[in-house]
């Protein structure tokens, strides 16, 4: 396996886990309870258990003197519970440990004990111990801000700078000064060699900034950032962009080119402040990418290429699919049947409105009610069970155009195939919403 094919697992990888935290935090957030009995416990890296345990015991020992009988005894319950499965956990994990745990009110008025424990995909550096009515998911929210990688290139007729820039952290990775020619000189020999000399100088300028960008941004022959900015107050970024002498394989990732009014750090500075929204849409392109290339792939009737629930999830179980394309909103439940006469279960995947038929939930032949066994959104059984079905898995919006033509138009379900499948997709499944999709 290639290294750009365990980076491309690792980022799918890294997208279903966002996916998770993000209805994590969705369902922790609509969760209530009475009194302050929903324990919130966030523990960094290389933290101990033994500390945490011990300060859980002092609080114990001091939620006993709680007055409300019904609140101390939740809150003291809350606290056992989140003692007992730290005891499941010999050491704090690499990225930290988050745990939630207390008892919330159900939408029918009843309470109910949840615990929830679990290591972040990345790192979490803060540390969280709050009693409250409510769980506290603000700095689980914060996981999910970007982390891409963005380089800069700074250069005007003083000198160049290099550096990237992650997430709120920027860091300079080298910069150099230069001593360029103006454009008159001071006499003493013609003006075409003055010209020339000048022009050699800032040739030789440009190459040596196209060799160190190579150096910096390119790493395992593919680029080490996730998009490239160019800046300067001067004609050098063009020249730059422009030469034969700069990488063509950073070509594809240049995302913007900016005027800056400085050199060095204040142009850098400047740079990161202009390109904000260019920065802020990578991901975005990437999406609107990923759905042109499935429409190339329909316009083309190369016939490697699923829609629909039904057929999407025929595909899957035939191990055709390749990349799995999934609307992070999807409101189709998977349900789990049981014939209590027979033991057989069978599985529904129904969208909005199917539910309500009954017959749905009867045995065609015997007519018998079947019991419903599991039910959950098919978006979340999908994320944990995508790599079953040996599938990568791409989640989308719909804020970009092409990403709300693939919702609306194709059930907001679809996927590249390994080879071409035969099966005509359903035409209920499909919403003509008047739009051209091609």
């Known amino acids: 396996m290639s290294a750009s094919q365990v980076k491309a697992g690792d980022d799918h990888d890294k997208n279903v886990e966002i996916f998770k935290v993000k209805k994590l935090i969705k369902t922790l957030e609509a969760a209530r309870g009475n009194g302050t009995s929903m324990i919130s416990l966030i523990m960094p890296p290389k933290d101990q258990i033994s500390r945490v345990n011990t300060m859980l015991t002092q609080e114990y020992g001091t939620a006993s003197n709680i007055k409300s009988r019904v609140n101390r005894l939740s809150v003291l319950a809350a606290i056992t519970s989140a003692q007992q499965r730290l005891k499941l956990w010999p050491k704090v994990p690499t990225n930290g440990l988050v745990l939630y745990t207390g008892t919330v009110i159900t939408e029918d008025g009843k309470e109910k004990k949840i615990t929830i424990d679990f290591e972040p995909f990345k790192p979490i550096h803060t540390s969280l111990y709050l009693c409250d009515n409510r769980f506290h ?56 060699r003055f010209a020339r000399l000048r022009l050699e100088k800032r040739h030789n300028y440009v190459r040596k900034v196209a060799e160190m960008t190579t150096q910096f941004f390119i790493s395992q022959d593919k680029p080490n950032v996730a998009g490239l900015v160019l800046a300067g107050s001067a004609d050098f970024k063009h020249e730059l962009n422009s030469s034969d002498l700069f990488d063509q394989r950073l070509m594809p990732i240049i995302i913007k080119i900016v005027d800056v009014s400085y050199g060095g750090e204040n142009g850098f500075n400047q740079a990161i402040e202009l390109s904000a929204d260019a920065l802020g849409s990578v991901k975005f392109v990437q999406e609107k990418k990923l759905i042109q290339a499935y429409f190339d792939e329909i316009a083309q009737d190369t016939g490697k290429y699923v829609f629909g629930v039904n057929e999407t999830m025929k595909a899957l179980e035939m191990g055709a699919v390749e990349t799995l394309i999934l609307w992070e909103n999807l409101e189709v439940q998977r349900i789990t049947l049981a014939n209590k006469q027979t033991q057989e279960e069978k599985v529904l995947v129904l969208r909005p409105g199917e539910e309500k038929k009954a017959s749905l939930f009867q045995d065609p032949e015997t007519g018998v009610e079947l019991e419903v066994i599991e039910k959950e959104p098919l978006v979340d059984w999908l994320a944990e069970h995508y790599k079953d079905f040996g599938a990568s898995l791409e989640f989308i919006t719909d804020k970009s155009h092409e990403g709300s033509q693939f919702c609306k138009g194709f059930g907001g379900i679809g996927g590249f195939l390994r080879y071409k499948l035969d099966f005509m997709p359903d035409e209920d499944e499909i919403e003509d919403d008047g739009e051209d999709w091609i």
């Open 137 to 192: 998911t603000e700095d689980l929210s914060e996981l999910l801000q970007s982390d891409d990688k963005f380089g800069f290139i700074v250069m005007d007729g003083n000198g160049a700078l290099f550096g990237t820039v992650a997430g709120n952290h920027r860091e300079v990775l080298h910069k150099f000064t230069v001593d360029l020619p103006k454009k008159h000189g001071r006499g003493g020999q013609s003006a075409m």
